[in-house]
C-alpha cells in the first residue's frame, strides 16, 4: 500500500491563496501519474488537475483553470497545488491520487492510491 500524506490545507478569505503539498515515497512519485480531487460538502469528488510523470503535461478542471497550479518536485517526492484567487465555491476537501497503468487522469475510478485528504475552507 502506497502512502501519501496532503498538507497545506486550511481556512483562508476569498481571493487568497493556499498550496497544499502531497509527499509520497519515492517509488509512487517515480513511476505514477498524480492528480488532485476534492469533495465539497454533500458533493461528489471532482477531478481538478493532473500532471504526468515528467511534468509535460497538466491539465485542469474548468472551474479552476487559471487560477490553480500544479507541480511536482522530483527531489523531495512532493506534488503540490497551488491556489490562488480562491472562492467559496473551492471550499472542499482535497485529495491527493496516484494513477496507475493507463487510466483516464479525470476518472477517480481509474485512481488507485490516495490521501487522507486536508480541508480547504474559503469564505466569502
Known amino acids: 500500500q502506497e502512502r501519501m500524506v496532503e498538507s497545506g490545507g486550511g481556512s483562508v478569505e476569498a481571493g487568497g491563496s493556499l498550496r497544499l503539498s502531497c509527499s509520497a515515497s519515492a517509488h509512487t512519485f517515480n513511476n505514477y501519474r498524480m492528480g488532485w480531487f476534492r469533495q465539497p460538502p454533500g458533493k461528489e469528488r471532482e477531478f481538478v488537475a493532473y500532471i504526468n510523470r515528467i511534468s509535460s503535461v497538466t491539465d485542469y478542471a474548468e472551474s479552476v483553470k487559471g487560477r490553480f497550479t500544479i507541480s511536482r518536485d522530483t527531489y523531495k517526492n512532493t506534488v503540490y497545488l497551488y491556489m490562488s484567487n480562491l472562492k467559496p465555491e473551492d471550499t472542499a476537501v482535497y485529495y491527493c491520487?496516484?494513477?496507475?497503468?493507463?487510466?483516464?487522469?479525470?476518472?477517480?475510478?481509474?485512481?488507485?492510491?490516495w490521501g487522507q485528504g486536508t480541508q480547504v475552507t474559503v469564505s466569502s
Open positions: 491520487a496516484a494513477l496507475v497503468g493507463l487510466g483516464h487522469y479525470e476518472s477517480s475510478s481509474d485512481y488507485r492510491y
